[in-house]
């Protein structure tokens, strides 16, 4: 009988074939393989490649990439049977692949992806409208391919330069200028106009300071305009905000454990236990937080690194859920069993684990400079009920707000080893708004259509700009909280970092990665190509362990194929 670990190992080796996403688009776009290639359904086209040993013969095919060309990310479908494939953390995500009787795959059919349901390969390898959108560096050539490419429809051509253009910002510059060489070929043509306009704006930033006019009464009612809230803190700002953090206290206080369960991730079994601590916040209000510590049954070689892995969050605030296992966990494959997880909801959100919801008090909008307190606050709590927390073994790991989270804890608590932070925006002032035109005028524009979470810099709206309009902060408080969530400020006090962005990014402009390796440098500081906010689950998982292992005296382990790492 094959044991996991052995199983593990087997996966792990098979998997010679580069599959990170730049890596597939390029091996597709060159055509080669029984499977490997482009697939075309109307206007959709996939990208998918091999991804187990180094022959694509049908007998050797373990698992397959899938890469729509309008995502920024990738999917890993691991096989089921001969020629079907289901993704390992989502199997009701699955291809099949259909062959001629030569064994060619010429088309395949996929189901939970959110995409077309039959896809052909390409008939040529002529390159498709999208191909040119994404790779071509010529602005003309570009230009007359949106004009006639394939006879297609003229709105559907320029409908799709816009989502190319809204999805993947390091083309932007590229398809402006092909859409001012086809406006003036076409004059009259308002679309065109529309767009030209459009593209210009967010594509270009004004160098000069943006005068923001009065708000009207249906906007919000501050006293202040963007560019005074967006204009970089003084070093006085710093020492101040600096000042107001090293007053607080994590002090553990009222710990106690509110449920024991039993949790299955691959080959291991955790002991979860669910507890809650009373914290502070700024204003001298107690309020009761909820995490959870995540403690391996059957103890790895070199047990334990601590990780304490904080979630993103979104528009919605989506519960923390915990059955799957946390995302540091899942792709740790069988290391997985030498860590302790300490995993923190955060203020005013939910936590779901084993049919139960658990709700940490406080305000929810906190997230970002109050999340790196909870984290630490719950961390101190997890140490004085798991004996196999060790202070000086701890780091800290997240993606999106999480990431930014995994570094404000960081930054203030030097005991912390080494941190994991994929996607983390960095600044508030400048990176965080570099992906939309001129700042000023993109704050202005959301204030002045009272913009609502959902809606673009909508989140920023809610949680530095309302406090100050219902009257509960000053102008000084909101600069202040634009501070402590900004990990930028403190970057020179940080442990060892691996940080880990997508070139092509739309919620967290690479405008943030370019500042942070500015100090720590390109080693720690990874920008992946063609690659959006997942950041390229191939190389999170492929770098991480390593990572972690150095600074925690973990070992390294083996993952399978399609480890995922979100």
Not at 73 to 102: C, M
Not at 503 to 511: G, I, K
């Amino acid at each position: 009988m094959i044991t996991h670990l052995a199983l593990f190992a087997t996966l792990a080796l098979q998997a010679t074939q580069p599959c990170n996403v730049a890596s597939v688009r390029e091996r597709a776009r060159r055509d080669a393989g029984a499977l490997t290639g482009r697939y075309v359904s109307g206007e959709q086209v996939l990208s998918l490649a091999s991804c187990g040993a180094r022959s694509e013969a049908r007998e050797s095919i373990d698992s397959v990439a899938v890469s729509p060309a309008e995502w920024g990310s990738i999917e890993f479908a691991l096989r089921a049977s001969a020629d079907s494939f289901a993704v390992a953390d989502r199997p009701h995500r699955t291809i099949v692949l259909l062959r001629n009787p030569e064994g060619r795959v010429i088309s395949v059919r996929t189901t939970g992806f959110g995409i077309a349901p039959q896809f052909i390969r390409a008939p040529s390898r002529a390159p498709l409208l999208v191909e040119r959108l994404l790779f071509e560096r010529d602005a003309d050539d570009i230009a007359s391919a949106i004009r006639n490419q394939n006879g297609e429809p003229a709105a559907r051509r320029l409908a799709l330069t816009e989502r190319i253009f809204s999805r993947f910002p390091s083309r932007r510059a590229t398809l402006l200028d092909a859409v001012h060489t086809f406006a003036r070929r076409a004059p009259s043509d308002t679309t065109l106009a529309r767009m030209r306009d459009e593209f210009t704006f967010i594509a270009r930033r004004g160098s000069a300071s943006h005068a923001s006019s009065p708000m009207p009464s249906s906007a919000w009612n501050v006293p202040f305009t963007p560019n005074a809230l967006l204009v970089p803190p003084s070093r006085a700002e710093l020492d101040s905000a600096a000042r107001h953090v090293a007053r607080r206290s994590r002090k553990p206080d009222d710990v106690r454990e509110l449920a024991r369960e039993s949790l299955v991730v691959g080959p291991d079994t955790f002991t979860v236990r669910i507890i809650s601590d009373r914290e502070h916040s700024d204003d001298g209000q107690a309020f009761t937080h909820i995490g959870a510590i995540i403690v391996p049954l059957h103890p790895g070689a070199k047990c334990c690194g601590t990780i304490v892995d904080v979630k993103g969050t979104n528009p919605s605030y989506s519960p923390l859920t915990l059955e799957p296992g946390p995302s540091s966990l899942r792709l740790l494959g069988s290391a997985a069993s030498s860590y302790v997880f300490v995993v923190p909801s955060i203020r005013g959100e939910l936590l779901e684990a084993f049919g139960k919801e658990y709700h940490s008090e406080g305000n929810r909008v906190d997230g970002w400079d109050g999340g790196a307190e909870d984290a630490l606050a719950l961390l101190e709590a997890a140490a004085t009920v798991v004996p196999q927390i060790d202070l000086s073994r701890v780091c800290t790991y997240g993606r999106s707000r999480g990431g930014t989270v995994a570094l404000l804890a960081a930054e203030r608590d030097g005991r912390i080893k080494c941190v994991v932070a994929i996607s983390a925006p960095m600044d508030w002032f400048d990176a965080m708004w570099s992906g939309g035109g001129d700042k000023n005028i993109a704050l202005d524009r959301a204030l002045r259509s009272h913009a609502m979470p959902s809606d673009l810099n909508g989140q920023f709206v809610e949680r530095i700009v309302a406090p100050v309009s219902r009257g509960e902060w000053t102008f000084a408080d909101a600069r202040r909280e634009m501070i402590l969530s900004s990990p930028l400020y403190g970057v020179k006090r940080l442990p060892p970092t691996l940080a880990i962005y997508g070139a092509e990014d739309t919620s967290v402009p690479v405008a943030n990665a370019a500042l942070f390796s500015a100090v720590l440098g390109r080693k720690s500081v990874l920008i992946m190509p063609m690659a959006g906010h997942d950041a390229d689950p191939v190389e999170i998982v492929r770098r991480m362990p390593a990572f972690l292992a150095k600074y925690l005296g973990t070992p390294v382990g083996v993952r399978r194929p399609g480890a995922d790492a979100r």
